[in-house]
């Protein structure tokens, strides 16, 4: 399991186009629309193997005076040949392109759907700017492999098949002669087809991590900005797209010495055709007819080998491409449902309990986390859990939600171990409001509804109402239905934290954890804030990280945390009057509060 997510975008090589039979599945759902698709592609190339045979007759019988009608009756049989290509054809382009853009759009869905399923541990080290662009760029690969390329390969084949079938009936010495030019221009292919796959996937990789990057730098604009770090920003971007073109340039340069090779071979053998078929007629061996029907079959079938290997170019790049969508489908998550998970009740009590755990990140410095901590949260109680920035704080919340699992120890939640628990009904249970609001780019009533999808407009506006983000929410242009923007762009930091705390009211889950929920608010705004957290808490199991003391007066509980343990546990004045962590971090905070409170009196004062 690690091993497969490791291997997500290692640049692993392609050596073959076996990852395209990933996309059979996908053909399968529409087995009709393939049926009808190969049909008027057998049509197509029926209705062209005709002509030549159509034309040898009028060439051989046609041309004598008494047989006029012969030749009217020939060229109206054409014409409705003409006609039944030309049919086949649209019905083979419409069919195949759609079909292609069909599967693709199945494909993303899928790809991104599996991505949403996929354990937080896997984003720890995949950048998200390469899985967009796997979603992006190399889908699009593979619609032009699925819909225009596959359609002209089929074709091809199809052509190529049918016209040596027809060149060896016609002429069976003629047809050794350029059937025996197949191995030399076959075997190159293969070899070139090798080095096309390795340089498009390695071409590939490059534009990925390009896009990684600029997703990255476009979603911190301000910041890169504020840094006046444009022109660096600019320059790198530009290597990555450079060094993107450089790869695409080199597979670039091999399908074109592929093409020039097959186009010369093929060519050439025509020539031989024809220079050993016009022998032929003089010594009369052959008539002029018969040879005018085995040179347009030998160019039916030197046209579709040679369209074969610049089609072949084409199908490299979209195996690369699958492999890579494969390689993400084939990932699987490593929290998952149990097969037989435990059925939680409509509504759980709230007693959490930390069993002996032990925790350590996969990220590559295996630094533990958490030591053989045990924790017990009464059903209602609210703990605060303080302590200075990596004691382990925010990965409580992370376990509790089952975004990991102890690397030893249990986590339970109403006596009920998490890893027996579907991961959803377990998140179900619980309302998270981070410390980095998450505001996506849709409108506020639509953000809220996150806590609750499908709620009514009015539990929508009596969320926001409690958590105070009703009025600026109401002011704005198109109220609730205003969009605000990418990441709440638009939002002050305080409003986008009320936005998270009505989400979280509007789910309405029995537990509640709250990371420095208040942190981004003005005293005023945090003041009634803290009141609306208040009534919200009432009967629920509540867990605050707090690095801002003031916030955690009232808790049942304050746990104090360092290094991954538990090294405090009493209410406020029991914790200062122990003059341990808790009471340093209380006399820095209200000391320095203190001092800045006056210092501001003093300045106002000399204004």
């Known amino acids: 399991m690690a091993a497969n997510q490791e291997n997500a975008g290692d640049g692993r090589q392609s050596r073959s186009i076996r990852p395209l039979a990933a996309l059979v599945p996908y053909l399968a759902r529409y087995k009709g629309r393939v049926a009808a698709a190969l049909f008027a592609l057998v049509g197509a190339a029926c209705a062209t193997l005709i002509l030549p045979v159509a034309i040898r007759r009028m060439i051989d019988n046609g041309f004598a005076s008494d047989n006029a009608a012969l030749i009217n009756s020939y060229f109206a049989v054409l014409i409705l040949v003409v006609a039944g290509l030309a049919g086949f054809s649209a019905l083979r382009y419409y069919l195949v392109t759609t079909l292609g853009e069909r599967i693709v759009a199945d494909l993303r869905a899928d790809v991104f759907s599996h991505l949403t399923m996929l354990s937080p541990a896997f984003f720890d080290k995949a950048k998200s700017g390469e899985m967009v662009s796997r979603l992006t760029a190399d889908t699009t690969q593979v619609k032009s492999a699925v819909g225009a390329s596959a359609s002209i390969a089929m074709r091809n084949l199809v052509m190529f098949l049918g016209a040596s079938t027809m060149m060896v009936v016609s002429s069976p010495r003629l047809s050794l002669v350029v059937l025996g030019a197949i191995p030399i221009i076959v075997l ?119 369209e074969l290997s610049q089609v072949w170019g084409e199908i490299s790049l979209a195996a690369g491409a699958a492999e890579r969508l494969a390689e993400i489908l084939a990932i699987r998550p490593q929290i998952a449902a149990p097969a037989e998970p435990r059925k939680l009740p409509a509504r759980l009590s709230g007693a959490v309990d930390f069993e002996a755990v032990s925790f350590t990140y996969q990220s590559g410095h295996e630094v533990p986390v958490l030591h053989d901590l045990s924790l017990q949260v009464r059903p209602g109680e609210t703990i605060a859990i303080v302590g200075p920035s990596g004691a382990g704080k925010s990965t409580l919340f992370h376990l509790l939600m089952r975004f990991y699992d102890p690397t030893s120890g249990s986590v339970r939640i109403d006596g009920l171990d998490l890893r027996d628990c579907d991961p959803k009904d377990i998140r179900r249970q619980i309302a998270l409001v981070p410390q980095d609001t998450v505001v996506f780019g849709a409108s506020a009533a639509e953000n809220i509804a996150y806590g609750k999808p499908g709620a009514s407009n009015e539990e929508i506006r009596e969320a926001a109402q409690a958590a105070l983000a009703d009025d600026f929410i109401s002011a704005m242009s198109q109220g609730y239905d205003t969009m605000i923007g990418e990441r709440g762009v638009t939002l002050s930091g ?61 808790a049942d509980r304050i746990i104090v945390m360092d290094q991954g343990r538990i090294v405090e546990t009493g209410r406020h004045d029991e914790l200062v009057a122990q003059g341990g962590i808790y009471a340093k971090l209380a006399r820095l905070q209200f000391e320095y509060g203190a001092q800045a409170f006056g210092n501001g009196r003093e300045d106002a004062a000399a204004e």
């Open 188 to 306: 190159p292919l293969i070899a070139f087809g090798r080095s096309v796959r390795r340089k498009s996937r390695l071409a590939q990789d490059t534009l990925a991590d390009a896009s990684a990057y600029a997703s990255e730098a476009i979603g911190a604009i301000r910041t890169l900005q504020a840094f006046t770090n444009e022109a660096f920003a600019s320059r790198r971007f530009s290597g990555a797209v450079e060094a993107a073109f450089g790869a695409a340039q080199t597979a670039i340069r091999a399908r074109a010495l592929l093409t020039a090779f097959a186009i010369f071979v093929i060519s050439s053998s025509v020539v031989a055709v024809l220079w050993i078929g016009a022998s032929d007629v003089f010594t009369g061996r052959t008539t002029a007819g018969e040879l005018g029907q085995f040179l347009l079959y030998s160019i039916f079938a030197a046209g579709a080998l040679g």
């Open 494 to 554: 305080g409003q986008r934290q009320r936005i998270a705390i009505a989400r979280a009211i509007l789910k309405d889950a029995p537990v509640l954890l709250l990371d420095e929920a208040t942190s981004a608010l003005d005293a005023e705004s945090e003041k009634l804030v803290q009141a609306a957290l208040e009534r919200l808490m009432e009967g629920r199991t509540t867990l605050v990280i707090a690095h801002r003391l003031a916030t955690v007066l009232k």
